[in-house]
Every structure is written in structure tokens, then in C-alpha cells.
Nanobody, 117 residues
Framework: VQLMESGGGSVQAGGSLRLSCTAS????????MSWIRQAPGKDLEWVSS????????HLADSVKGRFTISRDAATSTLFLQMNNLKPEDTAMYYC???????????WGQGTQVTVSS
């Protein structure tokens, strides 16, 4: 299993970024996928999940109305569109896969998002 995140960077508050996670080594269509972030000195925070082949999406309250999760089955890629970014969104963002929607998790290396005020 390989998960490769990209798209992070530094933006000013109010800006946008689109994170991507290219997946391989498992049945992408049959798997749940999530974005989880960790800010410096803080615990891991679940951000968003997409399940059932993309038919169900869930977002944390802190990002509702600003972030959108989606997936492209043709390229086995997970996305996180982040709009109206805030300094509190600054974190390392990780892509997590749950092959077969089971309990096993695979994590990517992460991509850094930094939002300045």
C-alpha cells in the first residue's frame, strides 16, 4: 500500500489549497479514505472521510462549509479542497486508507499546510 500526498504549501488567511493523495496497492473503490491533521504540539484531529465509493462524505464541524472531500476512482486519487483557510488550519495533513472499510489503516507521509494571518 502506498499513499502519496501533495498540494500543501503556505498561504494567507482566506486563501485556498487543494490536497491530493494518490493511492496504490489496494482496492481504492472498496476502501474508506480520510484526511487527518496534526498541528504543532497538538493531538491528531480527524478532518474528513469519504466512504461507500464516494457516496458518503463526512466533515469535522471545524471545516464544514470550507473544505470538500472527493475522490477520483479512475486515478485512485483522494482530494481535499480547502477554501477560506484560517491560521488554525495550519497542520500536517495525512491521507489515511481503510482497505475494504476494515480496521486496518495505512497512512501517507503527510503534506504541510501553513496559513498565515
Amino acid at each position: 500500500v502506498q499513499l502519496m500526498e501533495s498540494g500543501g504549501g503556505s498561504v494567507q488567511a482566506g486563501g485556498s489549497l487543494r490536497l491530493s493523495c494518490t493511492a496504490s496497492g489496494f482496492a481504492f473503490d472498496d476502501s474508506g479514505m480520510s484526511w487527518i491533521r496534526q498541528a504543532p504540539g497538538k493531538d491528531l484531529e480527524w478532518v474528513s472521510s469519504i466512504l461507500n465509493g464516494g457516496r458518503k462524505q463526512h466533515l469535522a464541524d471545524s471545516v464544514k462549509g470550507r473544505f470538500t472531500i472527493s475522490r477520483d476512482a479512475a486515478t485512485s486519487t483522494l482530494f481535499l479542497q480547502m477554501n477560506n483557510l484560517k491560521p488554525e488550519d495550519t497542520a500536517m495533513y495525512y491521507c489515511v486508507a481503510y482497505p475494504g472499510c476494515g480496521t486496518t489503516q495505512y497512512w501517507g507521509q503527510g503534506t504541510q499546510v501553513t496559513v498565515s494571518s
